[in-house]
């Protein structure tokens, strides 16, 4: 059973078009953290939310962290085709010194 | 500044072969995490260093696989024998320290196959 759910799978869509992806746990974490990884390369953070609903935005992406700290989402506006790639969300505890990820969202943004 | 390194890119061997992956992690980083990836398991952690100590080696999948961290600057992942179902690409990533805030950086990781 994965620890952290992310929905959808899969996720294919035109240039233009605004998108959510969610990661979904029955785990409170401290912290979330949200990946991208492209082909052939390793994943690369996007962001850290650390407060039960923190809103973070990096240009046209908005993160949010839920109140209860156990799900988190990413909003992309105005998808471009390179926001194609797969998206990782990652859960961490205090101390813990390690995450665990989730299963992944790949997205392609057709031009 | 030069990211994690890992070497080689591409890996094919037999079955029954012994396979040795490495990884120099970035300069003044105390963390090393080896990770796993395919397409039915997504991104496993394997094994996770602190100043060269092996910390948790619980998602080590069997007596087969093997980690080492001999100095700051280097690290090997060891599979003997390997078989085809440990053909997956695995990754090597970095960090200053072990915090729940602590940026991962990965490696551009290594395709493994065993024939």
């Known amino acids: 059973t994965q620890l952290l759910e992310q929905s959808p799978q899969f996720l294919s869509i035109q240039e233009g078009e605004n998108l959510t992806v969610y990661c979904n746990s029955s785990s409170v974490f401290s912290s979330l953290q949200w990946y991208r990884q492209e082909p052939g390369e390793g994943p690369v953070l996007l962001v850290t939310?650390?407060?039960?609903?923190e809103v973070k935005k990096l240009k046209r992406l908005t993160f949010q962290f839920g109140d209860a700290r156990k799900d988190s989402s990413l909003h992309i506006t105005a998808a471009q085709p390179g926001d194609t790639g797969l998206y990782l969300c990652a859960g961490a505890w205090t101390n813990a010194g390690k995450s665990t990820f989730g299963d992944g969202t790949t997205l392609t943004v057709k031009p | 500044d030069a990211g994690v390194i890992q070497s080689p890119r591409h890996e094919v061997t037999e079955m029954g072969q012994e396979v040795t992956l490495r990884c120099k992690p970035i300069s003044g980083h105390n963390s090393l995490f080896w990770y796993r990836q395919t397409m039915m398991r997504g991104l496993e952690l394997l094994i996770y260093?602190?100043?060269?100590?092996?910390?948790?080696d619980s998602g080590m999948p069997e007596d087969r696989f093997s980690a080492k961290m001999p100095n700051a600057s280097f690290s090997t992942l060891k599979i003997q024998p390997s078989e085809p179902r440990d053909s997956a690409v695995y990754f090597c990533a970095s960090s200053q320290g072990t915090g729940d805030t602590d940026t991962q950086y990965f490696g551009p990781g290594t395709r493994l196959t065993v024939l």
């Open positions: 260093f602190n100043n060269n100590v092996p910390i948790d």
């Open positions: 939310v650390v407060t039960g609903g």
